[in-house]
């Protein structure tokens, strides 16, 4: 049989050889020829048995012949096999017997294996064996150091961040609470500029500690119900302060029918939203930002367009890498780790979606990423009764850029409201005039602040000049949050609101029509701490930290939410006072000297208290919350604590109303 011109049989890999039914051989193969020596035509009807010795050839005449006769096939025959020079090759034989259709014997076929290569295959075969546990041993030996150095890694990052936020949590901390108090324009300067700093440093560590967790794949990411909106939302309020410049607006778009409730990770999607609205802001020196956040089938869209400096086809495909800035120059204009975006991406693509971008030099940039979504099995209700209020009510939208006018328009119409829009000053005038001509009056304007021409509170009063009683009322937009004195003059000339821009939370856009229009709400603070004064229920609280700086800075926060609040400088005595007295809430650090609060907590929970704890930590890495719990704390907050939090969880777990 051959196939492609070669013959199978004559170039078999092993031994091959046909005899007839008494031995005599019809044919050979090259292996045969050359471990024998014979020739086709030499072997070539001799008897197989005439190439074993004189002992084996009686053996297998009365011993194997018949066995192959009687059963058809013999397995693994030991033989040797004199080759022409007389000397002798062991050998392995397998043979069959192929019959007629009567069951005669029509010939035999051999398989013949050199021993010796068997031999050596098998020797070859065990070194191979040795070398791969050895190796395995080699991998087990690198595995376990790798594990160790895995371990060590996360240690020292959780050590590191400890180290790192509980300076820090001081630095902004007291920053913050400085810059409420009364000081001169430099002074407040000097603590803004102060704590920016500090806060730039913070997102510095915070990317090198994420970027280490996902390259230890150490990365953990929770399914949960959360508000996608209100996480645009912050992320918006809190870039706020970087468009003090008035230069540049910010929109969030939310298309409408969009749900705001889906599964995810809370967290993670916020810092996603942050990182890159965050970008578009920061490489975007005038124009607009805009976050757009929308359904595609069955994933959510995100897109985040800038009109600022763009990136340089050279750069952009290196853009997401380790490390990348689009200006790598020591004398950059914009800082940063160049991680930011190396995380995103690895962020969204963990949660199982991807990102890109387009963009022109000098032209802008747009960031796109896509998540599955799933909707939660909840959402917020809608106030029903505010929305009511504001039905047809007639609204002016005065505002030079495009983007802010169509949000505005979007939500006014979503809530009833008929409305009208223009970028110019004078064109407003013009409508104000006409529409109180034809008996039909706006209700409501609302001004942009920095407009070309006629800036928004110059407009607001020649309105207030121009207009005839029964005019509109007056809501100013504003990019900028302005002193208290400012805003008390602008309203004692005759301005109903005065809003921060990005108006990114409906609610307060609703809350400042229904007062401006008349209707009695409770005003909004927007950025406000709380304070004292706006707490109606005192409470007891056990702080247990043993850094000066960090102990004075939450007893101050906590004082000014209303609390009475009591002190321990370390595990063993946060135990005794919380065996002794009665607190509604006990803050907890957990790395102390001595007794840690993880080992003061689970002590507390084996002597059977039951007061909430809250861990106050500056660990930020996989598995703290886990540990926390584990060890009988209720709730988590990490360093730089912010009042907001503390505020969150003594609501949360006092039931109060802070």
Not at 217 to 246: K, M, Y
């Amino acid at each position: 049989m051959t196939r492609g011109g070669a013959d199978l049989f004559f170039d078999a890999p092993c031994g091959y050889l046909t005899t007839k039914p008494d031995g005599a051989i019809e044919r050979v193969n090259r292996l045969i020829m050359r471990w024998t020596g014979y020739t086709e035509e030499e072997l070539a009807g001799r008897r197989f048995q005439e190439l074993l010795p004189a002992g084996a050839r009686i053996f297998y005449e009365t011993h194997y012949a018949p066995l192959l006769r009687m059963q058809g096939y013999v397995h693994e025959l030991a033989l040797e096999l004199v080759c022409k020079d007389g000397t002798r090759m062991p050998a392995l034989v397998n043979a069959d017997l192929e019959k007629d259709a009567a069951g005669g014997a029509v010939r035999a076929r051999l398989v013949v294996m050199n021993a010796r290569d068997r031999r050596r295959y098998e020797e070859e075969l065990l070194q191979a064996k040795r070398r791969a546990e050895a190796a395995e041993e080699r991998l087990a030996i690198a595995r376990d150091a790798a594990e160790k150095a895995s371990q060590a890694k996360s240690e020292f990052l959780a050590n590191m961040s400890h180290e790192i936020r509980t300076p820090m949590n001081g630095v902004i901390g007291f920053a913050n609470l400085l810059d409420s108090t009364a000081m001169s324009g430099e002074q407040r300067e000097y603590v803004t500029i102060i704590r920016n700093s500090a806060e730039a440093l913070l997102g510095i560590i915070n990317d090198v500690l994420d970027f280490s967790k996902i390259e230890a794949g150490r990365l953990t990411l929770e399914r949960i119900p959360f508000d996608l909106h209100l996480a645009a939302v912050e992320v918006c309020e809190l870039l706020r302060p970087q468009l003090a410049s008035g230069k540049v607006e910010l929109v969030l778009d939310w298309e409408p029918g969009t749900p705001e409730w889906v599964m995810g990770d809370a967290g993670r999607t916020r810092q996603i939203l942050l990182n890159l609205t965050g970008n578009a802001v920061k490489f975007t020196a005038h124009g607009f930002v805009e976050m757009r956040v929308c359904l595609e089938g069955e994933r959510m869209r995100v897109t985040v367009r800038d009109s600022g400096i763009g990136i340089p086809e050279e750069k952009q495909a290196q853009l997401f890498g380790k490390f990348a800035q689009g200006d790598a120059s020591t004398t950059r204009r914009f800082g940063g780790t160049g991680l930011g975006l190396a995380i995103t991406r690895q962020l969204v693509e963990a949660m199982g979606g991807e990102i890109g971008f387009t963009s022109e030099a000098g032209k802008g940039s747009v960031f796109w990423f896509l998540l599955p979504y799933e909707a939660a099995e909840f959402e917020a209700p809608a106030a029903k009764g505010a929305v009511e209020t504001v039905e047809r009510l007639r609204v002016l939208v005065v505002d030079d850029l495009e983007l802010n006018r169509a949000m505005l328009e979007r939500q006014l119409g979503m809530w009833g409201c008929e409305y009208e829009s223009t970028g110019r000053a004078a064109e407003a005038l013009e409508r104000i005039r006409t529409a109180q001509e034809r008996g039909a009056p706006f209700d409501v304007a609302l001004l942009d602040f920095l407009m070309p021409e006629m800036d928004g509170e110059t407009l607001g009063r020649r309105i207030l000049e121009d207009q005839a009683p029964g005019g509109p009322a007056l809501i100013l937009l504003s990019s900028w949050r302005m002193e208290s004195e400012e805003v008390a003059r602008l309203m004692e000339a005759g301005f109903a609101e005065v809003l921060l821009k990005p108006v990114v939370r409906p609610g307060h856009l609703l809350a400042a029509l229904r007062r401006a229009t008349g209707v009695a709400v409770a005003p909004m603070a927007e950025g406000a701490l709380p304070t004292a004064a706006t707490v109606s229920i005192s409470y007891r609280v056990l702080l247990v930290e043993d850094n000066a700086v960090n102990q004075k800075l939450a007893m101050h926060m906590l004082t000014r939410l209303g609390c009475e609040v009591e002190t321990a400088e370390y595990g063993e005595e946060g135990v005794r006072k919380a065996r002794r007295g009665r607190y509604d809430l006990i803050y907890m650090d957990c790395q102390m000297p001595v007794l840690d609060g993880f080992a003061a907590t689970r002590r507390l929970r084996a002597l059977g208290e039951t007061t909430p704890i809250v861990a106050l930590t500056a660990n930020a890495v996989a598995g703290d919350r886990e540990r926390c719990l584990e060890a009988g704390m209720d709730d988590y907050v990490s360093k730089p604590v912010k009042a907001s939090e503390l505020a969150r969880t003594l609501q949360l777990w006092t039931g109060g109303g802070v």
